[in-house]
């Protein structure tokens, strides 16, 4: 069986300023989210990702992240909030 993934194709949403910063909020909730899950299991920070010690870089508040990470974070947000809007839903505040 090939797995052939199929995301909803968001290539013509286009976002607001205030979307992108709805964005950059939710980003940062998905870092805070994913370090929860780890230090519940056990994770510290460390200097490098260890997985038999348990210890990862980004177990830190996500304003001392490197900027591809914050990108990283980011790029799931922003695909959420895209794909919401492709399937016809409205975000408002």
Not at 55 to 76: F, G, N, S, W
């Amino acid at each position: 069986m090939t797995y052939l993934p199929r995301p909803i194709d968001t290539g013509r949403i286009l976002v607001s300023g205030d979307v992108e910063r709805l964005i950059e909020m939710l980003a940062e909730s998905v870092h805070d989210n994913w370090a929860q899950r780890r230090i519940k299991e056990g994770w510290t920070y460390g200097p490098r990702r260890d997985d038999g010690a348990k210890t990862h870089p980004d177990l830190v508040p996500y304003a001392d992240l490197p900027e591809e990470e914050k990108e990283y974070d980011r790029t799931t947000a922003r695909e959420i909030v895209k794909g919401i809007l492709a399937l016809g839903f409205e975000i408002r505040k």
